[in-house]
Nanobody, 120 residues
Framework: QVQLVESGGGLVQAGGSLSLSCVAS????????MGWYRQAPGKQRELVAS???????DYADSVKGRFTVSRANAQNTVYLQMNSLKPEDTAVYYC??????????????WGQGTQVTVSS
């Protein structure tokens, strides 16, 4: 079992900033990548940003230049710094971890989600 505990999020005005963090714990042999997805009402869940064990990052085009994903490998923690927030960033944000639980078995794990609301 792998547990993801998210923190951060909340309500902010457009142009403001918020930060999210997520700590992974449990049966983790090795983490492949960590990241953040979001899901707005009536829309599909989409990738926001991810970072692998080598700290290579990937961002959705809509957040490039505004959001920054980072990771503390030793603490199995991933962060998302969100700046210049827009109303269209409003969504439930989910932490994702892709991890090996053994040398040969990996899986995707999800946090419970945290609400981010940006008012205009």
């Amino acid at each position: 079992q792998v547990q993801l505990v998210e923190s951060g999020g909340g309500l902010v005005q457009a142009g403001g900033s918020l930060s999210l963090s997520c700590v992974a714990s449990g049966s983790i042999f090795r983490i492949i990548a960590m990241g953040w997805y979001r899901q707005a009402p009536g829309k599909q869940r989409e990738l926001v940003a991810s970072i692998n064990s080598g700290h290579a990052t990937d961002y959705a085009d809509s957040v490039k230049g505004r959001f920054t994903v980072s990771r503390a490998n030793a603490q199995n923690t991933v962060y998302l710094q969100m700046n210049s927030l827009k109303p269209e960033d409003t969504a439930v944000y989910y932490c994702n971890t892709r991890a090996y639980s053994s040398p040969t078995s990996w899986d995707d794990h999800w946090g419970q989600g945290t609400q981010v609301t940006v008012s205009s």
